[in-house]
């Protein structure tokens, strides 16, 4: 599995010369102990893995003992597991290091030492209860990492020739032809197997939406688990939220109605439970913004937000669940684009996910409930330009997954409110890329290019 984050490693491992860490941070099972692994074996001499999920006591004593003598830890950590570290040649992993914070915070005299570089992996690294006792690194460099983007999916089912072409049609504002139905069927399939290698992999391996149903199910499992052990004070909240997410976003506004978790919900009785779904990669946070200007965050609405899953083939297996799977007839339909049903809450998660796969923070716009109907309108996402000038920045994103006549009523009028502010209007829909009445509409899988 090709993984984009393997360069971003390269950049770190030329730019710090030793004198920094690398701490690769995401969801659970994306993937960080897979591609770090493969990295130490291709880039190093020799590498040492403590993988802190998987710890004895003797590797336990070994830290508790040595650690805060950085000679003999290590020189006992090469005599346990048998590898000869080079000095400047080697590298040392500490694989979900969350599980043992102090060898997070001793990482700044370790790299201080100099001899190696080490890399950590780390789910859950933001949450309180990992960093309390501890002082983080400043020698830490952190990499986010996401689920498989759709050109990392394009690579694992042999795909590769695809986005270069994606993205001359993209850069040239020109139709991708008899190529578009191709696309949009391998877009559709990445939107029902998702980002997760082990479900990419397995889909890879067998081409059975049974098989990749049963390892989506698996994660999900997990991911509720790690609500329950973790979520400390707000586990309950947090299961709420989890569970609710098809629901919210099947309706036609798409921000999160705290009234549906209780009559007496309120946002701020809840936030905490938002921020650790999002702090834990397992959800995407999409901010209102009441400005579309530079600084969205300076405009931000804090009381209403959209809640997306951060892997859109993990909310496909929930959203379309029938006692406890979702029927292979309805992977088929939905991937054949045959499928009678709404999917706007699926494609538009899906687009969330693209977004934030560039690390990006997602805002959208909507008018307060009391606007007459006349005002009231909905962008589902707002963007900023690449390089900021003295007006027409910010550029607004209308995601339509019907067929026939798009309606386009609150573009419209975003457009004719804000057109000093605009730069350029996206539509992105199932058909080819154009250009009319100065909207430029753009195929959905062209959404990473933005």
């Known amino acids: 599995m090709k993984r984009k984050i393997y360069n971003q490693l390269l950049d770190w491992k030329h730019t710090s010369q030793g004198h920094s860490a690398a701490m690769v941070e995401g969801a659970r099972r994306i993937g960080k102990s897979y591609i770090v692994e493969q990295f130490a074996k291709n880039e190093y001499d020799s590498y040492i893995l403590v993988d802190f999920n998987h710890l004895g006591k003797e590797e336990f004593d070994l830290f508790d003992h040595f650690l805060h003598n950085t000679d003999e830890f290590l020189r006992m950590l090469q005599l346990h597991y048998g590898v000869h570290l080079v000095e400047r040649k080697s590298c040392i992993i500490f694989d979900e290091v969350q599980l043992y914070p102090q060898a997070r915070a001793a990482i700044k005299y ?54 270069p072409y994606i993205v001359e049609c993209f850069n040239a504002a020109k139709p991708m032809g008899p190529i578009h139905r191709k696309a949009m069927e391998l877009w559709r399939l990445y939107m029902l197997i998702g980002g997760m290698p082990q479900v990419v992999s397995r889909w890879v391996a067998s081409g059975d939406f049974r098989q990749v149903e049963y390892e989506k199910r698996t994660i999900l499992n997990l991911y509720e688990n790690d609500i329950h052990q973790y979520a400390t004070g707000a586990e309950a909240k947090a299961v709420a939220i989890f569970q609710d997410l098809p629901g919210q976003l099947q309706r036609h506004e798409r921000y999160f109605q705290m009234s549906d978790l209780g009559p007496s919900a309120r946002y701020i009785n809840y936030e905490s439970a938002f921020f650790w779904l999002r702090d834990s990669g397992i959800v995407n946070i999409c901010w209102n913004t009441t400005e579309p200007s ?98 027409h920045n910010i550029c607004p994103i209308e995601v339509k997954s019907g067929r026939g006549t798009l309606s386009l009523k609150s ?36 959404t990473s290019l933005l």
């Open 294 to 391: 530079v600084g969205l965050r300076l405009n931000t609405d804090r009381t209403r937000l959209k809640c997306y899953m951060g892997d859109t083939g993990l909310l496909v297996s929930m959203a379309f669940d029938a006692n406890g799977q979702v029927p292979t007839e309805i992977y088929e339909k939905i991937r054949l684009g045959k499928l009678e049903a709404n999917l706007g809450l699926v494609v538009e998660n899906m687009v969330a996910q693209m977004l934030k796969a560039r690390d990006r923070r997602l805002y959208f716009y909507c008018t307060p409930e009391t606007t007459s109907v006349d005002s009231k309108m909905e962008i589902d996402f707002l963007v900023a330009k690449a390089s900021i000038t003295s007006r």
């Open 411 to 446: 573009l419209s009028k975003f457009i004719n409110k804000y057109r000093e502010q605009l730069h350029m209007c996206y539509v992105l829909y199932d058909g080819d890329v154009c250009q009319k009445e100065g909207i430029m509409y753009l195929p959905l899988y062209m």
């Open 110 to 163: 370790l790299v201080a030492d100099g001899r190696y570089d080490y890399i950590e992996t780390g789910s859950l690294i933001r949450i309180k209860k990992n960093v309390k006792d501890i002082v983080i690194p400043s020698e830490e460099i952190s990499l986010r990492m996401f689920p498989m983007d759709f050109e990392e999916f394009l690579w694992a089912i042999g795909e590769d020739m695809l986005m």
